[in-house]
């Protein structure tokens, strides 16, 4: 079981940035033994995969819709696990997400909308 804390969305207008965290916690294993990987959802679709990196950083990926924009990044000695946003598109409204690759599960999630 591992719980997951997501935070850091809002509202901001096309063209802006935000940096979301997540603070994933689970008995018996430390944070910087989980590969990770950040989600979203918009509304009426399904949840889609936007990014993901290992546990040491060295292996970073994006989905083909944010490269560019997003960069995935981790503190390990904050137990945090970042998505930063730049460039901000309406379309990249949504739900995030992160999750332990491997356990599953999901937490609340943080609302990102982008609109003008």
């Known amino acids: 079981q591992v719980y997951y804390v997501e935070s850091g969305g809002g509202f901001v207008q096309p063209g802006g940035s935000l940096r979301l965290s997540c603070v994933a916690s689970?008995?018996?294993?430390?944070?910087?033994?989980?590969?990770m990987r950040w989600y979203r959802q918009a509304p009426g679709k399904e949840r889609e995969f936007v990014a993901e990196i290992t546990r040491d950083s060295g292996i970073k990926k994006l989905a083909d819709s944010v490269k560019g924009r997003f960069t995935v990044s981790r503190d390990n000695n904050k137990s945090t696990l970042f998505l930063h946003m730049n460039n901000l598109k309406p379309e990249d409204t949504g739900k995030y997400y992160c999750?332990?690759?491997?356990?599953?599960?999901w937490g609340q999630g943080t609302q990102v909308t982008v609109s003008s």
């Open positions: 999750q332990v690759i491997g356990v599953g599960g």
């Open positions: 689970g008995p018996g294993r430390r944070f910087d033994s989980y590969d």
